[in-house]
């Protein structure tokens, strides 16, 4: 049982380079979720997705996008990389959206933007 | 918007002591969770708790809903070597789901040879 995988590992992107961060999860997940973690600060949400086809805009959502068209997918797009995107990405999911569902988090994503 | 305030932020502590750390919060939360994160990987849950006054164990760990429900403790008894990491409190309040989870700002856990 895998839980969730986050590929890439790292990865280095010129300002204004476009790429997908992927993210699946092989639990039938309906919640999915896509933090960033910088120093000195606690997660912070981009995007969220209650289910298929269903994506809501988080605490930070500018600069991404996101798509659910499986349960098992939910990959988050940087349009035109910044330097301020740089971060750590988690993708992470739970059984359902309901508050206080523990959520299973990926190993992350270290994007760096130069 | 709900805020956390997680301390301490470090710990340098010898093997085999105990470990004290705690999170408050600006508003009164219905959920606290505590998650675990070593280095290169995600957070990992440790213990989740519901109920204020809710005492609940996981091997050495110990966490407390606080009777107030604006604060949570977790407690780690006789350290050792793989405790090292960086804890994370996490909780919301209301009717909010989990796009409301809002996360301390984390405790780092050093052990002194």
């Known amino acids: 049982n895998a839980g969730v995988t986050q590929t890439p590992k790292f990865q280095v992107l010129k300002t204004g380079q476009s790429m997908t961060l992927q993210c699946a999860q092989d639990m039938n997940h309906e919640y999915m979720s896509w933090y960033r973690q910088d120093p000195g600060m606690g997660l912070r949400l981009i995007h969220y997705?209650?289910?298929?086809?269903?994506?809501d805009q988080g605490e930070v959502p500018n600069g991404y996008n996101v798509s659910r068209s499986t349960t098992e997918d939910f990959p988050l797009r940087l349009l035109s990389a910044a330097p301020s995107q740089t971060s750590v990405y988690f993708c992470?999911?739970?059984?359902?959206?309901?508050?206080?569902?523990?959520?299973?988090f990926g190993d992350g994503t270290r994007l760096s933007i130069l | 918007g709900q805020q956390l305030n997680q301390s301490p932020q470090s710990m340098f502590i010898q093997e085999g002591e105990d470990v004290s750390m705690n999170c408050t919060s600006s508003s009164i939360f219905n959920t606290w969770l505590w998650y675990k994160q070593d280095p290169g990987e995600g957070p990992v849950l440790l213990i989740a708790l519901y109920k204020a006054g809710e005492l609940t164990s996981n091997g050495r760990l110990t966490a407390q809903f606080g009777i107030t429900r604006k604060d949570s403790f977790l407690n780690i008894s006789a350290s050792i070597p793989s405790d090292v990491g960086i804890y994370f409190c996490?909780?919301?309040?209301?009717?909010?789901?989990?796009?409301?989870?809002?996360f301390g700002t984390g405790t780092r856990l050093t052990i002194i040879p």
């Open positions: 997705s209650v289910g298929a086809g269903i994506t």
């Open positions: 992470a999911s739970s059984y359902s959206r309901a508050g206080g569902q523990p959520q299973h």
């Open positions: 996490a909780g919301n309040g209301g009717n909010f789901g989990n796009e409301k989870l809002t």
